[in-house]
């Protein structure tokens, strides 16, 4: 509130006793999403601050119009000044928001004036901040919630022992394997070694053999005996 004019647009009304009355508004467009918060700016002017004077907003949309009661309503619509601020905005806050201004002593046309209105458009918007991390929090319980309950379901049933004894097994076979392939690579080393000496017996056996066989004649002259 002022009591001086300004070089905003605003529409204006004068009394007959010189009482002046002003109501700044621009005639924009207001683009907001749900659950936020706006405020939509307007300033009214008096000529002399000793006189009475009071605030109004209205609403008007599509099919109603209502002038919106600051009173029961205060944790929804409030004033900064004279601006009207709205607090958790949905789409049914959409329309042209007038702010009006009229002396109370007076209530001829002379003492009332209207802003040039201000358009509000509301749109679907996201999840806030305080949902998205209530959503957040509600999916890590349900995992811990799940993984819990798989735990104990095998646990109760016995499935858990099973596995832990194949993961047992399966470590088992795996270490006998290297034992059996550790004790193959000695038994092959030993081979190695032996080899040289049953190489060098081989060819002894084979004349102590061949002298002990007699000539083909002495076979011959006992068949002819």
Known sequence: LTCAGSALPYLQQQDDDGGEVSVEQSMTILRKS???????PCVVNVSSCSLPHTISWFVFRTDSHQQIN??????????????????SLSKADCGVYYCFGSLLERQDEGAQAFGQGTVLKVSE?????????LLTLLVLLSVYSLVIL????????????SVFKKGLGKRGSK???????????????????????????????????????????????????
């Open 125 to 133: 918007g996201g999840l806030s901040i305080y949902q998205l991390l």
């Open 70 to 87: 600051l009173v029961d309503h205060h944790e929804k619509f409030t004033l900064e000044q004279d601006s009207l601020r709205i607090e």
């Open 34 to 40: 749900e659950h936020q918060w706006v405020s939509i």
């Open 175 to 225: 270490e006998e394997w290297a034992q059996q392939l550790r004790f193959s690579g000695v038994v092959q080393e030993l081979y190695e070694r032996n080899l040289p000496c049953d190489q060098n017996n081989v060819p002894q056996t084979q004349n102590t053999v061949f002298q002990n066989v007699q000539p083909h004649e002495d076979i011959y002259q006992n068949l002819d005996e």
């Open 150 to 161: 798989t735990l104990c379901t095998c646990i109760k049933t016995g499935k858990f022992q």
